[in-house]
């Protein structure tokens, strides 16, 4: 390829997604082009959390973002599967693929951090509630150097969430928009990121009526009509690093074999130009590249 | 400190050990020397295995070493509680006393490198039994550059089982004997291992019996008094660690306050001296240093 600034590839934790598959492109990919690779998990936390005795709740923010209740004994079980099952057997296959992967949880060296919402908002049966014990926040600052070092050094970084706030602790955050934070924090040209889904379907879940390009000015309305669940989350984050000067964000499908070369080949959705930060609930974040933070 | 090389200490993971009495202690030492953390998680790893409906099971060597029998079920609960919940507490706890602590596994980078034992001989009633779908290993290399790159970052690696076999099989290794083989790898002059008892007793477990000072020769005698189950292991790792010219190894009481203050200054187990490689069952390993991994 010829672009040398790193690509991030997010990849989600949703039934039907073969991450062999996307492992063996990755291996392929690496020779040419720096990667970044950020993972989910989110199917098989419910799994745990429910033969712990913890099942998964989920709440809907007043803006209609559907995200996990994470408490603190939540956050422990999401660690033990994001940072514990899936990080490390996605490394164990990248390095029994020849690439020397290293997995990191934003945690580790403060690589994602923000600030802790403690206090969350959210509605139940159209009342609004308000939720402490709340662990979950958002990526406003990416350790940039220790990527870049890690990166410099041959190491393909494998991230997942939960992240740091600046207070010290470990709280939840989406991967999606950690994913594009982190891509806008690189300065990469391109994110993809990989569902279970082939883009934006405008009649979910008819793989035929997916739309294949959002200009910028039609985000909000087509996220209105035909995103739905975790996908307007996807948008959100994909518009955040539009935003912050990504190139290209491509929804793409992991389903099959080389999701990746797919999603950049436009088989997907394919979000692409001047973005400019939007308004209201579509406000997107900026992210603060960290250099001297330690 | 005087000493200019760096500290590795090893806290296990039993029952009374207070990781933030360690955390506090190492939080100080930090601003004055270079520090890799290494830990367990056996108890923790026991109760999620059985609530997750695959109990923990133990086997012994036919030299008499216990160690945990590692399928692939239990080698995948293993990496949710070292690499996940107990590896991303330890670096939470130290972040919020303003320590950039970043955890890796052995699998991370090709960190911790060796030979996986796919087939395992142990001894059950008196007989001798050969079990396979085995997933452990020794740690016969170390990647001592990615150490070396982190310490000189400002970052203090917390590092965790499993390791990684050379055909690129996760492997379960003993904690003890791995923070013996990057004791080694690293120049480390001093190796603490800190647990839930004061060091080797001649009568376990009364602490008024505590073995203060093990001289090279004494080893085998005195660990075949004296060493019961998981204690036979640190010995072997403090053999293994002076015989690849660590100066001293410190056995401690992670129950109290200022653990490795206390190992360091003679409060537990000291072993030092000239140690050679021995014989028989306490033949001790040697580590390479990798300096030229990826």
């Given at each position: 390829?010829?672009?040398q ?29 720096e ?9 098989r ?58 997995g ?9 951090q ?8 959210v ?17 406003e600052?990416?350790?940039?150097t ?17 992240a ?36 934006l ?22 996220a ?22 990504v ?7 992991a ?5 990746v070369?797919?999603?950049?080949a ?14 209201g609930e ?7 590249q960290v250099?001297?933070?330690?």
């Open positions: 390829m010829a672009s600034s790193p690509l991030v590839v997010k990849v989600g934790g949703g039934a039907g997604i073969d991450l062999d598959l996307v492992c063996d492109e990755i291996a392929a990919l690496v020779a040419d082009r990667i970044v690779l950020v993972h989910g998990g989110s199917q936390t419910n799994e745990v959390a429910a033969a712990l005795g913890h099942p998964p709740r989920f709440v809907t923010s007043p803006s209609g973002f559907v995200s996990r209740l994470t408490d603190r004994a939540t956050l422990e079980i999401f660690e033990m599967v994001y940072c514990g099952q899936v990080n490390k057997s996605l490394v164990e296959r990248l390095i029994a693929r020849g690439v020397t992967a290293i990191l949880s934003g945690i580790d060296g403060r690589l994602w923000g600030t802790r919402k403690d206090v969350l908002r509605v139940e049966d159209g009342r609004t509630r308000i939720i402490r014990d709340n662990y979950t926040g958002r990526v600052r990416v350790n940039r220790l990527l870049d070092n890690l990166l410099t050094s041959g190491y393909l970084p494998v991230l997942t969430p939960p740091i706030s600046f207070a010290g602790e470990a709280m939840n955050v989406d991967g999606d928009r950690a994913a594009a934070a982190t891509a806008a924090a690189l300065g990469a040209s391109e994110l993809v990121i990989l569902s279970n889904v082939p883009g379907l405008a009649d979910f879940p008819d793989p035929t009526t997916r739309i294949p390009y959002i200009r910028p000015g039609d985000l909000e309305p087509l209105q009509r035909h995103a739905r669940g975790r996908m307007r989350i996807k948008l959100l984050a994909a518009a955040e690093a539009l935003a912050c000067g190139q290209r964000v491509l929804l793409g499908d389903t099959a074999p080389r999701p070369a797919r999603a950049l436009g088989e997907g959705t394919v979000m692409s130009g001047e973005w400019q930060v939007a308004s579509w406000q997107v974040a900026r992210v603060k250099s001297e933070l330690i």
